[in-house]
């Protein structure tokens, strides 16, 4: 099972979650908002566990968090994988449009400029934004799109941009976001959660929540879950395969 964007640090006890994932040999990622979580967030990393942890400095936070950009570049030669990052065009957040701008793009400047990374990045409202970014600066790495909510033509772009995509339970249940799905490259999808952010049955989802997403998976490409199972492990492989 893969939860490939958990936010494990903001469970009520992060280490009880972390220890379940490895017992249930679950392969996480586990994105950070803001560089300053990156040492504590490490630190769920047990051993013998399948948890990585992405370096990330949410958008939603970017305005009150640029200030740490030096403390992200002084860990991203530590990790191929960075997220949470992106950009957010709600309008709550839309008026630090300028922060996350700058934010991100220095964020893509110096994964471009040590090869490429591995990134978990925010759509919301903003996709074609986004999109333009990852344009602008082609040799930044893998982007995986996490939730995405644009449309049929951006998806189409996003493909085309050598974009992945990960999904989860909540996403899955709307009839749109499923006919976007159906469109996504199969090699190119992997299973999410967004715990504890999103909600599974009135609850915070978990990330062995995921295996709901596989199920939805299994439904929609009218395929067993075992095969769902077998193709998103496939696909995890050939992600990290350079790594
Ligand atoms: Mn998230």
Not at 75 to 104: C, H, M, N, R, S
Not at 122 to 127: G, K, M, P, Q, Y
Not at 160 to 172: E, I, K, R
Not at 187 to 216: C, H, N, Y
Request: glycine share 6%; hydrophobic share 40%.
């Amino acid at each position: 099972m893969i939860d490939f964007h958990a936010h494990l640090d903001l469970y009520p006890d992060p280490i009880a979650v972390a220890k379940e994932c490895s017992a249930q040999g679950i392969y996480v990622l586990s994105v950070t908002t803001t560089p300053s979580a990156w040492n504590g967030t490490s630190a769920l990393v047990l051993p013998g566990s399948r948890i990585s942890t992405a370096l990330g400095l949410h958008p939603q936070i970017a305005h009150l968090r640029r200030s740490e950009l030096g403390l992200f570049d002084t860990y991203l030669p530590d990790t191929p994988y960075v997220g949470e990052i992106g950009l957010d065009g709600a309008p709550e957040f839309k008026k630090y449009w300028d922060d996350q701008i700058a934010v991100f793009e220095h964020i893509l400047q110096g994964c471009n400029r040590l090869g490429g990374r591995i990134m978990s990045i925010h759509s919301r409202r903003a996709t074609s934004a986004v999109l333009d970014r990852l344009e602008a600066f082609p040799h930044s790495g893998v982007p995986i799109l996490h939730w995405f909510t644009g449309s049929r033509r951006e998806l189409d772009r996003a493909i085309s941009l050598n974009c992945w995509f990960s999904v989860g339970p909540a996403m899955l249940i709307a009839a749109k976001s499923r006919e976007l799905v159906s469109n996504m490259p199969r090699e190119r999808i992997l299973t999410e959660t967004d715990g504890p952010f999103t909600q599974v049955d009135g609850r915070s989802a978990m990330p062995w929540d995921a295996k709901r997403a596989v199920a939805q998976l299994a439904d929609l490409w009218k395929i067993p879950v075992e095969k769902v199972d077998q193709h998103l492990n496939s696909n995890l492989r050939q992600l990290t395969s350079d790594l």
